[in-house]
């Protein structure tokens, strides 16, 4: 498919949805991809967004409170229904299961180690141990920012094989923007003038990309997960308290290998 064919495509998947859907949303978190498809959205009907986000280090969200400001957008989160987590030779991350009537919206929150003394963000407490709870779910198709390109620090690639996930009790997810790449994102996003969230992203020879600073990132919180980690030995250090702890990692609830059917050919 050529660029044009892309956004054409993608348009008429968000008009023949809009046809057919009841209640429709935007699942948004302001990165690159999702402020492409909201962009596209907005084109034909302004929706709901729903944003998921951690309370904590508000920085992080500064871009994100911009664009709802500016945009005068219509904004829902509401609690996970459960954690989870999930580790592999490179990042540990915090799950959040949001539901979505029946069914559950894998969300993972990345780490990045911080000591901070008695002022550290804990892990356990303020992420995995965060308040849960449910809600009345009111949409019934919610698009998303899903690449087939995409690839997930912890999982690995994620490629897509249709353009609508069914479900049964649960809104259908759209992925408006399965055929695009990421150069496709941004030339989509310069051309249009989309705000771009410069403490988080940069251009590099002329190529769009993430910093290796994560200090302005919402994928990630500021954090000591010390005693959560399989890595980290039985017993550790835990700078919130100044005194060694025993590691719990054994337990944790820790997040299954994800098996979603729109992942499968």
């Known amino acids: 498919m050529t660029y044009q064919e892309k956004i054409d495509s993608a348009k008429a998947l968000i008009v023949r949805t809009l046809i057919k859907a009841h209640n429709p949303a935007v699942m948004c978190s302001f990165g690159k991809d999702s402020m492409v ?17 951690e309370l904590l280090q508000h920085h992080r969200h500064e871009y994100a409170n911009r664009v709802m400001r500016e945009w005068d957008l219509h904004v829902i989160d509401y609690p996970p229904a459960s954690t989870a987590v999930v ?8 799950v959040s299961y949001y539901q979505a009537g029946k069914g559950l919206i894998y969300l993972p929150t990345g780490t990045v180690y911080e000591d901070r003394g008695p002022d550290t963000v804990c892990a356990l407490s303020d992420l995995y141990g965060k308040p849960t709870g449910g809600m009345a779910y009111p949409f019934d198709a ?10 997930d620090p912890v999982i690995g690639d994620v490629p897509l094989h249709a353009d609508i996930a069914s479900a049964v009790d649960a809104p259908s997810s759209v992925f408006v923007i399965r055929h695009f790449t990421d150069d496709d994102v941004w030339r989509y996003i310069e051309e249009n003038n989309i705000p771009i969230h410069t ?14 600073d994560r200090t302005n990132n919402p994928d990630y919180i500021a954090c000591c997960y010390a005693c959560m980690s399989k890595k980290t030995g039985n017993n550790v250090y835990c700078p919130k308290f100044g005194a060694v702890v025993s590691n719990i990692s054994d337990r944790l609830r820790w997040a299954p290998e994800t098996s979603l059917s729109y992942l499968k050919r």
């Open 37 to 53: 498809v909201l962009h596209l959205v907005m084109s034909i009907r302004k929706l709901k967004v729903i944003f998921h986000r």
């Open 142 to 151: 919610v698009f998303h920012g899903h690449k087939t390109t995409d690839s």
């Open 199 to 212: 403490d988080r992203y940069e251009k590099v020879d002329g190529k769009w990309r993430n910093k290796a």
């Open 87 to 94: 580790e592999n030779d490179k990042e540990f991350n915090v």
